[in-house]
Structures are given as structure tokens and as C-alpha cells.
């Protein structure tokens, strides 16, 4: 079994303040990482660092930069916030190695990710636990864009053949008006009418972009809470259920 799960950036970050991190939401889901027995890819977003900067820059999925000083400085915060994230899962025995999308994968002129997972599926077959994370990418025509966790969760999943998908957020699920969670999702038209921004800075487009985003993937994805992470890896569907592509479940 392979899982492909990411770590929101409002569950890893304080998101309200530049470069904070939550490091006891970190460690409690780096030790549920640990538990998990099966290979697993883990995948964090940008919160108060990547959006931060990417927000003082004007960057986003969509708007570009040409400026090489943006580029850096956006990666370069989404490099400490994956050296935190990795030693915190190697601190609780996860045999974590980072990846950063940057140096794997661009975009095309159309806007479409194209990320090689070659060397993530060598790595887990030698039993690692590639750590990647929300970046800036090349852009063919925009210089450089945004990538979020939740575009590398889809392309990943496929490239790895995944056979569960969970983002952790920090809600316990999609919610509906009148903020109970939604069991499952199977079209956007069922939930664009309670579908929000976020609450803080966020470029990449909050809860809609990322329902958008797993109704594109063929395995089925779980949006739980933090406290969800451990049931996740047990084999438990908790949260909201997106069911996209055909599944059946
Ligand atoms: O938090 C965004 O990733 P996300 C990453 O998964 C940057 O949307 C660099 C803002």
C-alpha cells in the first residue's frame, strides 16, 4: 500500500505569523507518520512561510514573476519550513528525506504541472519517506508560479500509483453552512455554495482550489483534522471524502 498525505500549512505553521511554525502540531503529526506501516509520500504546504513571501511578491498560481530574488526568497522560506518538517519526522524515527519541487518539476504554457516522479518511487522502494512540499516552479511565458501541496498531492498520487490520499487541514473536514462536515463530495457543483476563501493569506486558493484540485484525481482523498492523522493511517476514512474520478466507494 502506498499513501500520499499532506500536512496543510495552517496545521504546521502558525499562519497569522511570518515563519512560525506549530512545532506541537508538528510533532504530534510527525509521530503519526511514524506510526503508519505502509509506504508513505508526506507532502507540506507553504502557510506562514511560502504564502508570506509569495504574497509580498505578488506570485501566485497564476501570476508570475521573472524576478530570480522572488524565486529565491519564496524557496528559500519553503526550504526551512521542509528542514523543519523533516528533522521533526526523523526526530520521531521517520526515515525522512526531502524533495523540492523546484529542482523536479515546471510548468508548461498552459499552466500544466509536470512533475517526474521517477526518483520519489526509487526512494520509497528503498524506504524512505520523501518529505516534498508547496514551491515555486518554472513557467513556461510567466517566469515562475506557485505550485501548491495540494497540485503535487494529485500529481504524486498518480505518478506513485497511490492507493489512499488524506490532507490534513485544520478543519476537521469540508463544511457545510452550517459547519458540519460534509461526508462526501463527488461533484463541485454539490458544494460551491458553501465553498469560502481562507482565512489568512493563502495564494494558492483555499478550500474550493483544493476541492477543485482532488476531484481531478482518480483515488479517492480524505480532508480530516490533525487529530484524524493517526485514524488516517489505520485505514479510516475520517472528514469528507472527495470522491473524484469514478470511484465506486
Ligand atoms: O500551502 C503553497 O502551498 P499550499 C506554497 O499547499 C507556497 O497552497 C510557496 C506559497
Known sequence: MTVVVKLGGSVVTEKDEPETLDEAAIER?????????EEVVVVHGGGSFGHHYATRHGVSRTDGTADALAVREIHGAMKRL????????????VTAVPVHPLSAGARDGEGQLDLPTGQVRTMLGEGFVPVLHGDVVAHVGAGATIVSG?????????????????????????????DDVIDRIDAFEDVAAVLGGSDAADVTGGMAAKVRTLLDLD???SIFALADLRSF????RPGTLVAGGDDES
Not at 150 to 175: F, H, I, K, M, Q
Request: net charge negative; aromatic share 2%.
Open 233 to 236: 493511517f489505520e485505514g479510516e
Open 219 to 221: 483515488t479517492p482523498a
Open 82 to 93: 521542509n528542514d523543519a518538517m523533516v528533522e521533526a519526522l526523523a526526530d520521531a524515527g
Open 29 to 37: 503529526a510527525a509521530r503519526a507518520v511514524a506510526s503508519a506501516d
Open 150 to 178: 495540494d497540485e503535487l498531492v494529485v500529481a504524486l498520487a498518480t505518478g506513485v500509483d497511490a492507493d489512499r490520499v488524506g490532507l490534513c487541514s485544520a478543519v476537521p473536514g469540508v463544511l457545510d453552512a452550517d
